[in-house]
């Protein structure tokens, strides 16, 4: 099955610097990669994502970027404020065939922003 | 996405009780899917079903967790004789189809302490 490595664990930056997060994935049929983020006690909130056809995406503060090759993706967040501060999971899936359901997440980055 | 709906939201449980976990789809949803998350570790797959039938359950423990969703009325997670390690968040997600494009949004979460 699909195996999904994160790093780093935790990550502390200051306001206004970027944050980058890198996961690995080993399934090459992945075709689909979302970036959730979770503030304590809450439900992870989908940030993001990519499909395998593009190798970039940008939504203003958030980038993702995708390398099929070496099966690697990553979150970009500049410009970062306090309430960036939580954790962010990335994830993979193969949607081929519609089971994009069935997320193989990673073990999660603790990003804290200091102001 | 606010719509899927998770009850309760807190439950407390001893060791060899019964946890009943519930979960209201987004209107028009026929599709629901349960993640749990152990502390401090990402979320992983346990079950796909639809309406009366369970489509996926190979993240499912094999014993004691069992899961439906019928006819009318929310899907339940039912999970027998509570153990320790079954303390952790229960997340439910829902969409019209699992095909591709249809992303996966989850709800707000049920936080199962079994002591």
């Known amino acids: 099955g699909e195996n999904v490595e994160q790093h780093p664990s935790t990550l502390s930056v200051q306001e206004g610097d970027s944050a980058v997060i890198k996961c690995t994935y080993s399934d090459s049929a992945s075709n689909y990669f979302p970036w959730y983020k979770q503030e304590l006690g809450k439900r992870p909130q989908l940030i993001i994502d990519?499909?395998?056809?593009?190798g970039e995406k940008k939504d203003q503060r958030i980038a993702v970027t995708l390398n099929k090759t070496a099966k690697h993706f990553s979150l970009h967040i500049t410009e970062t404020q306090p309430e960036d501060s939580a954790v962010y999971f990335c994830a993979a899936s193969n949607e081929s065939g519609g089971s994009n359901y069935k997320l193989t997440f990673g073990k999660g980055t603790l990003l804290t922003v200091n102001p | 996405n606010a719509g899927v709906m998770q009850n309760p939201r807190h439950l407390v449980r001893r060791r060899g009780q019964e946890a009943r976990l519930r979960c209201s789809p987004v209107?028009?949803?026929?599709?629901v899917y349960w993640y749990r998350q152990l502390p401090e570790e990402g979320l992983k797959f346990m079950v796909y079903?639809?309406?009366?039938?369970?489509?996926?359950e190979s993240g499912m423990p094999k014993e004691r967790f069992s899961a439906e969703f019928p006819k009318e009325g929310p899907s339940i997670l039912r999970i027998q004789q509570v153990v320790r390690g079954d303390s952790a968040a229960y997340f439910c997600?829902?969409?019209?189809?699992?095909?591709?494009?249809?992303?996966?949004?989850f709800g707000e979460g049920s936080w199962l302490t079994v002591v």
């Open positions: 990519i499909r395998s056809n593009v």
């Open positions: 209107k028009g949803h026929s599709h």
């Open positions: 079903l639809q309406k009366e039938n369970i489509i996926d």
């Open positions: 997600a829902s969409s019209p189809a699992p095909t591709s494009g249809n992303t996966i949004y």
